[in-house]
């Protein structure tokens, strides 16, 4: 007898929303496979910004987004991020690299290709999927569709303090002005903007602990699990 069939787990929201420390959790203790597509976003970034490429050089970046051969590797207790071989998991997070990773995410044909690699990720499920397109446009047979999100100042409020915690000298509205105009660019794109699947469940995360948000979402995983 086998286990309990296993799913996939399509998990979308804004920056700062909390949905990559949930996702990662959900994924954790399900024991299915994580895989962060901000991640790839980033990679095809820094590819680029490694190059010299001009921000307006979709030719240059959509070359990158093609060649590049993105994993998710499992190392001991946790999680590492390579792109032709080399680990760029802590590189990626640069802040000059997201920056530039919104730009280059709407550029159509980047997109194809990372949209073909996460499909190609999630095939045989067991997986949390997490970012802005997943149960729209990669994953819209999921059988577990979460979208994450909390009101722009408590999600201003959280990155305030992550930013504030590195010793780095913002204050509460440069963090907010920051994340509404990024919310703007994402969600008004032409491609795959971020939005609501029509049948994803919404978590505002506002007053709620990452436990209370990571039960709820491993119950729901649960439940599809057994039907
Ligand atoms: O979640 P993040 O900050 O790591 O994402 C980096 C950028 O990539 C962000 O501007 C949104 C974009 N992105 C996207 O367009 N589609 C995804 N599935 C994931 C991220």
Known sequence: MGGPRKVTVAIDGPAGS????????????????YVDTGAM???VALLGMRAGL?????????????????EFRVIGAGQRFFVNGED????????????????????????KHLTAAQQRMAAGGG???????????VCPHAE??????????????RRYLEVKAKGEDVTQ??????????????????????RRAEDAVELIT??????EVVARITEMVREAEAR
Do not use: H, N
Request: proline share 5%.
């Open 18 to 33: 909390g949905k990559s420390t949930v996702s990662k959790e959900v994924a954790r203790r399900l024991g299915y496979a």
């Open 54 to 70: 001009a921000p307006t050089d979709r030719e240059g970046f959509i070359a990158r987004a093609a060649a590049a051969r993105m």
């Open 173 to 194: 509205e440069q963090v907010l002005a920051e994340i509404s105009e990024r919310d703007q660019r994402d969600s008004s794109r032409e491609v795959a903007p971020l």
């Open 88 to 111: 760029l998991t802590d590189a990626v997070r640069d802040p000059e690299v997201g920056a530039l990773s919104s730009p280059v995410s709407a550029i159509l044909e980047v997109r």
């Open 144 to 157: 577990v569709k979460v979208f994450v999100t909390a009101t722009p100042p408590e999600r201003a409020r």
């Open 41 to 43: 976003y980033r990679s």
């Open 127 to 137: 997986v949390v999927m997490e970012g802005r397109d997943i149960g729209t446009v």
């Open 206 to 211: 506002d007053g709620l602990s990452i436990d």
